[in-house]
T-cell receptor
Framework: NAGVTQTPKFQVLKTGQSMTLQCAQD?????MSWYRQDPGMGLRLIHY???????DQGEVPNGYNVSRSTTEDFPLRLLSAAPSQTSVYFC????????????FGSGTRLTVV | SQKIEQNSEALNIQEGKTATLTCNYT??????LQWYRQDPGRGPVFLLL?????KEKRKERLKVTFDTTLKQSLFHITASQPADSATYLC??????????FGKGNQVVVIP
């Protein structure tokens, strides 16, 4: 039982490049979310999904796309990387049930130069 | 605008004492309030969830209260230990399933 797996753990991109951050969970959780964490800003919601085929925007969606074709996977795409997207990205998932919080991945540290 | 406020100053506390953290919110109608722990370089770890119709929830040495009139939650760590040193995050979930976080409050337990 691996939980929430994020890849890669570290990435350096040049401005204008695109890439996909991968997130997979093996707990059959319906809910999945992407956050970015910056010093002094806390965790900010980028996009989230309440089930396969359903996605919605969070607080800071610009510059990012998501899709949810399966329950297990929720990739985050950076369309054209900018230095402002330098951050630590966390994927999280949850089962909607009694007293159930979110399980977070270990994060992807992204630097855009 | 919506805000979730946690004390930005670290809480330094002697081992064995009770640490109390505050989470205040404005312009939210949360269905759930959650608390997480985050260690440096790691993802947050879920600790406790309390529902809007609950006043208090306990788990081992942890206690959470939730006052929807005051728009405030208190998080208590009793008999604190050095291993409790971490940043603690308050999070609110509204009925649209969006989970929003405060910036966190660092706790340092002094042996």
């Amino acid at each position: 039982n691996a939980g929430v797996t994020q890849t890669p753990k570290f990435q350096v991109l040049k401005t204008g490049q695109s890439m996909t951050l991968q997130c997979a969970q093996d707990m059959n959780h319906e809910y999945m979310s992407w956050y970015r964490q910056d010093p002094g800003m806390g965790l900010r919601l980028i996009h989230y999904s309440v089930g396969a085929g359903i996605t919605d925007q969070g607080e800071v969606p610009n510059g990012y796309n998501v899709s949810r074709s399966t329950t297990e996977d929720f990739p985050l795409r950076l369309l054209s990387a900018a230095p402002s997207q330098t951050s630590v990205y966390f994927c999280a998932s949850s089962y909607r049930g009694w007293d159930y919080g979110y399980t977070f991945g270990s994060g992807t540290r992204l630097t855009v130069v | 605008s919506q805000k979730i406020e946690q004390n930005s100053e670290a809480l330094n506390i002697q081992e064995g004492k009770t640490a109390t953290l505050t989470c205040n919110y404005t312009n939210y109608s949360p269905a759930y309030l959650q608390w997480y722990r985050q260690d440096p370089g790691r993802g947050p770890v879920f600790l406790l969830l309390i529902r809007e119709n609950e006043k208090e929830k306990r788990k081992e040495r942890l206690k959470v209260t939730f006052d929807t009139t005051l728009k405030q939650s208190l998080f208590h760590i009793t008999a604190s230990q050095p291993a409790d040193s971490a940043t603690y995050l308050c999070a609110l979930e509204e009925r649209n399933n969006r989970l929003a976080f405060g910036k966190g409050n660092q706790v340092v337990v002094i042996p």
